[in-house]
């Protein structure tokens, strides 16, 4: 059973290290040969591993088969299916989780099951639509396409691991059915109940988010809170809760089995009690990954305590971990998949090593109870410690206040919160008895979220150049358990102090430059570009916002914060629309450049006008446009630079970038007579790629001394923009000249490494990340 287990779930885990879908099939083909080589010789673990990698084969094509049908985005397509995500109607939410039961497209008519994401394209008259509701609906489809950057969030992955094939807008539509009589609609019909009971508390948000695992009420600021408190976990529907559930049902069925007294059929009235209770709430959760998880498992311990088999708890949780591998072979790109097993891994090795409370009668309640403070210190500490490299592989950092928070919080949600939010539901019928269970538990998240706030902003990221200090707690911890430190000191000591001592070597210049680094941030529609150099940075724009976020919280920071970057040197704002500009405010609060500059007035901001010339680090700035600052600065009114390495005595210059914002076709001429010597080897695209920016004049005169100039052309672009942008004309001009096209819409973020003369092009999508699910762009 063991070997079986473990070699499904490697089977299953291959999925992850083959990035080419060819390849991932000359890989199967190879272990199907091998795994008859191996049952002939009696080899069975690899049977088992070739038996997980074909059914995680099988769950990799058969979904980007599904996704190769939503490459029809120029058309609109009718579609019929099920709204399957719950829907707050008092709170304005455009977007849902939708699964078709047909395609109906130019008249042909085809059964297909696709799980959507959807959103209306009009708002204001969207109308109200309730989970387990069959529509009709017309709609434009797109992959689940979305940026891929160094750092940050990461959504097409997050789309695998919830098996959604395909994002879209909905023009219109109609209900078909009500579904009033599917678990889906009941499920619904709760969740309506408990939003009008719960109307007006305080913390309504994270009680819907404990019933019924729904998150769609959570702001921006309550997760920022509970990554940098630790509780996440405690405020989504996961094991514990459903840990809880069981235990409230065994509770209940041992009082009635004490009702039915020796009855031989209410023995195991509290083992089936238990389990009732643990799906009922893992079907009001939806069952999620994690639910499913803690049910499956579950289920195993009491199917083997019914039949009277005893396992180790290790062995119920490979065998979990296959299963659910087995079940849904993609959830492996889930967090949450990671996070639950891995925290249940670190419970069961900690109480494998003998971390347990002292029971015994004969000590005192005193000992008793501080005993088990001890054992669950321990716990917090040790899940802190060995799930550091899970939390840096999906998050970039730590909470270092999780230990102390969780040890408060943890009993106290178990004990009164999530039991009250479990009877609250149950007596939902009875709206007087849930009102006040709705209300106590409300009160029992005060002191929580309480203690919580004192942890703000206490996120800690870990940079890239710390990861061997990651690697390095969780191992040291690890010897610390098996390596007693009296016995074992001198070798416990050098391990520690080569981790200390390692580094990475510095990067040697070329002819005697200092490297720099061009970064076009992947950003959708709008701009970012990073200059940077002895790991500091300079902002060109900042991206745009929207209500609850923006590019500058969700990309740029994450990006400086990988490279341990906690401040910018410099912040220059091209000109004043949204989508370049909007972000500054944010980084303002959170970076604090040492200067800024402008092209319009703005308080703090030095001039950004032709003229204008700094040094910083190895690299002189040099402004071209626009002549004079403005009131607010338009598009024809963007701040053009020309940044220049200097030479380092011998004549030798490096490449030049010209960052150019929105200029238009007449500040591009009036450009092209002032500096008729202009010359870039990098050009950032104007406006875009829009058809009224890259005139012919303006790069044939660029040109004039080289021909290769500029070699690289960068233009920042969302794949899916309204202005179809950028133009296949204006494109053309540049690859008539040869010059390099990188665009964020094909390639993610863009990095220019520079050292001396030569220049490194990495493109994120294709060079850093590339990945078997992520869409392959090519422009026509």
């Keep these: 059973m063991n070997k079986s287990a473990a070699g499904v779930a490697l089977g299953l885990l291959s999925l992850h290290f083959w990035l080419a879908l060819p390849t991932y099939h000359g890989f199967i083909t190879a272990l199907m040969i091998g795994s008859v080589v191996c049952f002939y010789f009696r080899w069975r673990l690899l049977i088992y591993i070739a038996i997980g990698a074909c059914l995680a084969n099988l769950a990799a094509t058969s979904y980007l088969k599904n996704v190769q049908l939503t490459f029809i985005e120029p058309r609109n397509i009718t579609i019929v299916g099920e709204v399957s ?76 691991g919830q098996g959604i094939h ?130 499956l498992m579950s289920l195993i311990a009491l199917v083997l305590l019914r039949v009277r088999i005893v396992w180790p708890g290790w062995q119920v949780l490979l065998l979990v971990f296959a299963l659910s591998l087995a079940m849904d072979p993609l959830a492996s790109y889930s967090a949450g998949f990671w996070l639950s097993f891995s925290a249940v891994a670190v419970i069961a090795a900690v109480h494998a090593g003998g971390v347990r409370a002292d029971t015994h009668r004969n000590t005192s309640f005193f000992q008793r109870c501080l005993g088990r403070v001890k054992v669950l210190v321990l716990l917090q500490f040790a899940l802190l410690a060995l799930m550091l490299p899970v939390q840096w592989v999906w998050f970039g950092g730590f909470s270092p206040w999780a230990p102390v928070i969780n040890l408060l919080a943890v009993p106290w949600v178990s004990l009164f919160t999530v039991p009250l939010v479990l009877v609250a539901i149950i007596f939902s019928p009875i709206e007087p008895i849930a009102i006040i269970c709705w209300q106590l538990a409300d009160l029992t998240l005060t002191p929580v979220l309480g203690v919580a706030q004192l942890a703000r902003g206490g996120w800690w990221t870990i940079a890239e150049n710390q990861e061997v200090w990651v690697l390095a707690a969780s191992a040291v911890v690890v010897l610390l358990w098996l390596l007693p430190l009296r016995r074992f000191t001198a070798l416990v000591a050098v391990l520690v102090i080569v981790s200390v001592i390692w580094d990475k070597p510095v990067p040697e210049s070329q002819e005697g430059l200092v490297p720099w680094q061009v970064d076009m941030l992947d950003v959708g529609h709008g701009l970012a570009v990073l200059i940077s150099s002895n790991n500091r940075s300079v902002l060109y724009d900042t991206g745009n916002r929207w209500p609850g976020g ?117 500040s591009e001429l009036l450009l092209a007579r002032i500096e008729p010597d202009l010359s870039p080897d990098i050009l950032l695209v104007p406006h875009h790629g829009s058809r009224s920016s890259s005139t012919a004049t303006w790069l044939d005169q660029m040109g004039w001394f080289s021909k290769m100039t500029p070699r690289y052309a960068l233009v920042s672009v969302a794949r899916y923009n309204p202005w179809q942008l950028p133009s296949a004309d204006v494109r053309q001009r540049y690859r008539e000249r040869g010059a390099y096209w990188l665009s964020t819409a094909e390639s993610g973020q863009v990095s220019l490494e520079i050292k001396g003369d030569s220049v490194e092009v990495i493109r994120y999508r294709q060079d850093r990340k590339p990945a078997w699910f992520r869409p392959v762009f090519h422009d026509e």
């Design 85 to 160: 995500s719950l829907l707050n109607h008092k709170k304005l939410d455009t977007l849902f989780d939708f699964v078709t039961s047909e395609l109906r497209q130019q008249g042909k008519h085809s059964s297909k099951t696709l799980r959507l994401r959807l959103s209306w394209q009009d708002p204001d008259n969207m109308p109200v639509m309730k989970q387990g509701e069959r529509w009709q609906l017309q709609i434009r489809l797109r992959p689940p396409s979305g940026r891929v950057n160094s750092a940050g969030y990461d959504r097409e992955r997050q789309f695998v």
């Design 550 to 666: 923006s590019i500058a919280s969700s990309v740029i920071e994450p990006v400086l914060k990988q490279r341990g970057q906690s401040r910018l040197d410099g912040l220059v704002l091209s000109h004043a629309d949204s989508d370049h500009a909007a972000g500054a405010d944010y980084l303002e609060e959170n970076f604090a450049p040492i200067w800024k500059r402008s092209s319009d007035f703005r308080e703090g901001y030095q001039p950004c006008i032709r003229g204008e010339q700094w040094q910083w680090q190895s690299l002189d700035f040099r402004v071209l446009w626009p002549p004079k600052q403005v009131k607010r600065a338009a598009n024809p009114h963007s701040c053009v630079i020309e940044i220049k390495q200097r030479h380092n005595g011998n004549g030798a210059d490096g490449p030049s970038l010209l960052l150019t914002g929105d200029i238009d076709a007449v």
């Design 166 to 295: 395909a994002t879209g807008v909905v023009q219109s539509g109609h209900r078909l059915e009500n579904g009033h009589n599917s678990l889906a609609s009941l499920r619904q019909s709760a969740f309506d109940t408990v939003v009008g009971l719960t109307e007006g508390l305080e913390h309504q948000r994270y009680l819907l988010a404990l019933g019924f695992g729904f998150r769609g009420a959570l702001l921006d600021e309550d997760w920022a809170l509970l990554r940098d408190s630790g509780l996440a976990h405690l405020m989504a529907i996961s094991g514990l809760h459903i840990g809880l559930a069981i235990m409230l049902g065994w509770w209940c069925g041992s009082l009635l089995r004490n009702v039915f007294g020796d009855c031989p059929r209410g023995i195991w009235l509290p083992l089936w009690l238990g389990l009732c209770a643990g799906m009922l709430y893992a079907w009001l959760a939806g069952f999620t990954l994690p639910t499913q998880r803690a049910l």
